[in-house]
């Protein structure tokens, strides 16, 4: 017995139906908390690829574990939902077989800069062309609450209830400082924001870095909600050099809701096509 | 023909060109027809005047095992040749140098640890290689040179062998080489007197027509891997299976594939996955440590049910362990590595030339049953050196074993579909219609998160069904000797097995009721022909590299017989004399 095939799924495959988003989506109703951010971004995401007019058999989609491995789950794409913090190298490893194929990592900020943290530095800079979607709800959701590498100093969590006392990590700064060939920070509650970057995510040559800020309306009631975020969006201004690593830096360091493409290099040859000018 | 059957040492200190002279040394032996058997042993210092040995065994006969005692031993190094001395005959030779650069105090030198009935031919190596190249570094081509002159190898022919070995270096090289090399063997001619009957000469056998590749066990994996169609190499550098990952680099981007040394090895075994997930063939190779690392992503391989080749060249542990020392204790983590009821393929070739035919197999089988298929090879079988018979590369229908579904099946696509031999066929990205999530949690046959109580049962079964089917696709354990009334029966698996098949020979030539069994395919386990073959013998005898008996342990609740067991960790290959002596004692 399927218990999703029920009443709620069919209403809401009707309503997506007509906005004409059905082809990415999966009969998986996700599982999420009403109110996640990551519905938003699935939105986006499934959006995007509708615009790009990607072939649904050429996506592919890897992810780790937490609130955000999931993610698969719902898309109608070729999903592979992995074990923890492992999503880079097995995308990695897919795109270096199958150069046609779209490949997306997903990892929540645990998978990608805790547990995983030790894969962000080599794949990117070995520049291989799949796209990072780093959802970033700076908690461990699927697991209750706990503190991760990006919940805020002093925050209060069920691993810290006198507060967390390691710093958080800054993933954009992080990714440049790797050298990331595309990094980006979008907010999950604008849409048309993630639209656009995705959109040039997607289509960069090498590998691209999305950090997507997101609340977690279950385990965060105070910090990182969407209370206080709505509204301090700061879109990066047009006058930002996207090809100055400085530039990039400086606003990274800026602790604030800035939102758009950092830094971009066009020019840097993706991980195959290194191998196949310098290694055959 | 004579029975030739001749095991030289050249043993040194880190620097004194003890390897490259072992390795010019067999490889000329065996373009001359002779078998080898060869194998290094050296510190896992880089540095530091570490003992180095070159160990060849050099036959007319078929060589099953490396030989325990050694007939000849070269020393370039008093010290560490002292230490050797153990493993020489009783009626063993030594080679040394009569005329050191400094006065050495009797127990300083070899000469002085000479036992009565051993022979000694000293030759004054450094001055010749000063006379012949100016420096002291040609003292091996010397010992080679003396070595040939005394016991009968042409050498002129070998001359020709160490050109070529030296042929892309400058002329200063391969003229220090070679005048070093005849000067030794003039000297050696004119000086020496044979007062032992050791010799190459009288029984040189017929060159074969068969071309011979001198390989070990490494090369065979690697070039097994690139003639299996192998795409994407992912590893991460550790004694002893880093070879692979370098004859790889070398050779697999001219096929347009990819070798990528990842940050550690759970990423190496990840892209492996992702390769395999995206359906290419793909393979890591590590040791120990980073065989620990993988298990996680192994068990992943196994759950999502992604074709994945996994090398775990076997050094001594736990921990750090042994790295450049021989064991076979990883048997239980490649057969019971990781979380949950998880089965794989493990296969454990025993010879150099089961390396290359256990890796091509292991591609098919990995591709054909989409799960991990362990190959368990060992310091020895990595790095010991034989004259095998070229390799045939597998047939194209080997090279794609793939199950795809069919256009009807596409059409309400069961990723995990429960099929009569478990086998569910799979869509590699791109294939329309064939969209599905592969997963690491149980699942339904859509690939669904479930956690019914149906679900997992069904679906355990599934994978522990599905490869059994792999036992009719592996060769049949090996038996040798009688088919019933045995008195003891020898049991053995991976790099033991020769040395076991040697010992069993020789003690049935000695009278003693024994046979011999051995298995590559260690999981799933082919139990009714182990079952068989123990009901036909009184006794078993289990010999292996490590302390509790590992395999002794897998076979145990199979056999109605007890059994016995030879455990040894010196971190030495075991040897057949080792085997023999256990055997005799049984028979007693």
């Known amino acids: 017995m399927d218990i999703l095939k029920n009443s709620y799924l069919d209403e809401e495959l009707e309503a997506v139906k007509k906005q004409g988003f059905l082809d990415y989506r999966t009969s998986q109703l996700p599982t999420w908390c009403p109110g996640c951010g990551y519905f938003g971004i699935t939105h986006a995401i499934v959006q995007t690829c509708n615009d790009l007019q990607l072939k649904k058999e050429e996506v592919c989609v890897v992810s780790g574990i937490g609130c955000a491995g999931r993610y698969p789950i719902f898309m109608d794409v070729y999903g592979f939902h992995t074990v923890h913090g492992r999503s880079l190298p097995i995308a990695a490893g897919i795109k270096l077989s199958r150069e046609e194929l779209t490949v997306f990592a997903v990892a929540g900020d645990g998978d990608a800069l805790g547990i995983g943290g030790g894969h962000l530095p080599h794949t990117i800079r070995r520049n291989v062309d799949i796209t990072l979607f780093l959802f970033d709800n700076s908690i461990y959701g699927l697991t209750k609450g706990q503190t991760s590498p990006t919940t805020p100093l002093n925050q209060a969590t069920n691993s810290h209830l006198k507060g967390n006392p390691d710093t958080p990590l800054k993933p954009v700064s992080l990714a440049l400082a790797y050298g990331a060939s595309f990094v980006a920070r979008c907010y999950a509650g604008d849409v048309d924001g993630m639209k656009d970057v995705f959109r040039q995510a997607i289509t960069h040559k090498g590998f691209s870095f999305i950090h997507i800020v997101t609340p977690c309306v279950t385990f965060d009631k105070t910090n990182i909600t969407w209370g206080r975020l709505n509204g301090t969006v700061e879109p990066i201004e047009p006058v930002h050099d996207q090809t100055s690593f400085e530039s990039a830096l400086r606003l990274a360091e800026i602790p604030r809701l800035i939102t758009g493409i950092f830094y971009q290099d066009k020019k840097r040859p993706s991980y195959m096509e290194i191998i196949r000018e310098t290694q055959s | ?588």
């Open chain 2, 1 to 588: 023909m004579a029975d030739v059957d001749i095991v030289i040492e050249i043993c040194g200190s880190a620097g004194d060109g003890t390897i490259s002279s072992g390795e010019i040394l067999s490889r000329f032996m065996s373009s001359q027809g002779f078998e080898i058997m060869s194998f290094d042993s050296y510190p896992s210092e880089i540095r530091g005047f570490g003992k180095c040995v070159a160990h060849s065994r050099i036959s007319n006969k078929k060589v099953l095992s490396p030989g325990k005692y050694t007939d000849i031993l070269i020393a370039l190094n008093n010290a560490h040749a002292i230490s050797q001395l153990h493993t020489l005959r009783e009626t063993g030779i030594v080679i040394f140098d009569n005329k050191p650069p400094n006065y050495l105090e009797e127990d300083q030198s070899i000469a002085g640890w000479i036992e009565p009935g051993m022979i000694s031919y000293g030759i004054p190596l450094l001055n010749l290689s000063q006379k012949a190249s100016g420096s002291a570094r040609g003292r091996n081509m010397v010992a080679l040179g003396a070595l040939a002159a005394i016991f009968g190898i042409d050498g002129e022919q070998m001359k020709s062998a160490i050109h070529a070995r030296y042929a892309k270096k400058n002329k200063v090289v391969i003229d220090s080489n070679i005048n070093s090399f005849a000067e030794g063997f003039t000297w050696a001619q004119q000086h020496v007197t044979k007062v032992d009957s050791y010799t190459f000469g009288h029984s040189k056998p017929k060159p074969s027509k068969e071309k011979k590749a001198i390989i070990n066990g490494n090369q065979a994996v690697a070039q097994a891997a690139i003639d299996s169609g192998l795409h994407l190499y992912a590893g991460y550098p550790i004694t002893p299976a880093t070879k692979i990952m370098e004859i790889v680099s070398r050779e697999l981007p001219k096929k347009g594939g990819v070798m990528v040394q990842t940050e550690d090895e759970i990423s190496a075994i990840g892209h492996v996955i992702g390769a395999g997930y995206a359906g290419k063939r793909a393979m890591t190779a590590t040791s120990g440590p980073g065989f620990c690392l993988m298990s996680e992503l192994a068990n992943l391989a196994v759950m999502a049910e992604v074709p994945a080749v996994l090398v775990n060249s076997q050094r001594g542990g736990p921990s750090t362990g042994l790295p450049t020392r021989n064991e076979q204790s990883d048997l239980n983590i490649a057969l019971f590595g990781g979380s949950g009821d998880s089965p794989r393929i493990v296969l454990a070739p025993t010879s150099v030339n089961e390396c290359y035919t256990c890796t091509t197999l292991a591609f098919y089988l990995a591709e054909k049953y989409q799960t991990l298929v362990i190959i368990l090879l060992d310091f020895f079988l990595s790095n010991s050196i034989r004259n095998i018979t070229t390799p045939v590369p597998p047939k194209a229908n080997q090279l794609n074993s793939n199950v795809a579904p069919t256009k009807t099946a596409l059409k309400d696509y069961k990723r995990y579909k429960l099929t009569k031999n478990g086998i569910s066929p799979r869509a590699i990205p791109g294939t329309p219609g064939g969209m599905c999530i592969s997963t690491g949690l149980e699942h339904s046959e859509h690939g669904h998160p479930r956690y019914d109580r149906n679900t997992h049962p069904a679906m355990t079964e599934k994978r522990f069904n599905k490869i059994q089917g792999a036992l009719s696709e592996a060769p049949k354990p090996r038996w040798v000797g009688p088919k019933k009334n045995v008195d003891i029966g020898v049991i053995a698996w991976g790099s033991t097995a020769g040395s076991a098949h040697e010992a069993v020979l020789n003690a049935r030539k000695e009278g003693i009721n024994v046979a011999f069994m051995s298995t590559v395919i260690l999981s799933p386990f082919p139990v009714k022909e182990i079952k068989k073959f123990s009901e036909a013998c009184s006794r078993i005898l289990v010999p292996e590299l490590n302390y509790t008996g590992q395999f002794a342990n897998v076979l145990s609740p199979h056999l109605s017989r007890s059994i016995e067991r030879l455990n040894m960790v010196t971190g030495l290959p075991i040897s057949a004399e080792d085997i023999l002596e256990k055997i005799r004692d049984m028979a007693r």
